[in-house]
């Protein structure tokens, strides 16, 4: 199975600063059709997951601007431009290349210092 | 609207079932895998199944092979997680997610309490 590690688990910031934060898998997730199937998705406090970036760097429809998404292979990144107060929540990557098993990242809890 | 909407959690014993329906609405259900994701109190997110499009293609966790059954109906455009043998550690929001890796598309959740 592909272990997803997320650092750091817990990122405090301040309001309009950045934040980034590191995913890493234990093997390249690099697909045969030459996609690379790694999603970030937000979870707010009390709400359903929602996708805010696929295939590494797509952002989702909606999605503010100050979120971007990169990395290749085993190395990807998410990041936030300037925090505001609504992006609170814990922040999972997933590789959708090699499964079964789908695996998650253990999360990353974005919260405002 | 796209929308998928759980429903069929509740408090179940050690051992016991429950069957999991997830109705979706806003999009052409046939045209899409599905999938079931928990998540534990407090704890990440877990893939738990999925099923293809026509419902040929099933996928399980180690952990609830054997116990868990997914199906799903395209007339009724729903999907569905049969759970037998239901075990503490199954305790969780299940939530129903559109796709087999996109997962653009969840639903609210429903809760599943196993306890005596």
């Known amino acids: 199975d592909v272990v997803m590690t997320q650092s750091p688990l817990s990122l405090p910031v301040t309001l309009g600063q950045p934040a980034s934060i590191s995913c890493r898998s234990s093997q390249s997730l690099v697909s045969s059709d030459g996609n690379t199937y790694l999603n970030w998705f937000q979870q707010r406090p009390g709400q359903s997951p929602r996708r805010l970036i696929y295939?590494?760097?797509n952002r989702d429809s909606g999605v503010p601007d100050r979120f971007s998404g990169s990395g290749s292979g085993t190395d990807f990144t998410l990041k936030i431009s300037r925090v505001e107060a609504e992006d609170v929540g814990v922040y999972y990557c997933m590789q959708g290349t090699h499964w079964p098993p789908l695996t998650f990242g253990g999360g990353t809890k974005v919260e405002i210092k | 609207e796209v929308q998928l909407v759980e429903s069929g959690g509740g408090l179940v014993q050690p051992g016991g079932s429950l069957r999991l329906s997830c109705a979706a609405s806003g999009f052409t259900y046939s045209d899409y895998w599905m999938t079931w994701v928990r998540q534990a109190p407090g704890k990440g997110l877990e893939w738990v199944a999925n099923i293809k499009k026509d419902g040929s293609e099933k996928d399980y966790v180690d952990s609830v092979k054997g116990r868990f059954t997914i199906s799903r109906d395209n007339a009724k455009s729903s999907v569905y997680l049969q759970m037998n043998s239901l075990r503490a550690e199954d305790t969780a929001v299940y939530y129903c997610?559109?796709?087999?890796?996109?997962?653009?598309?969840w639903g609210r959740g429903t809760r599943v309490t196993v306890s005596s």
């Open positions: 997610v559109r796709g087999h890796s996109g997962f653009d598309v």
């Open positions: 295939k590494v760097s």
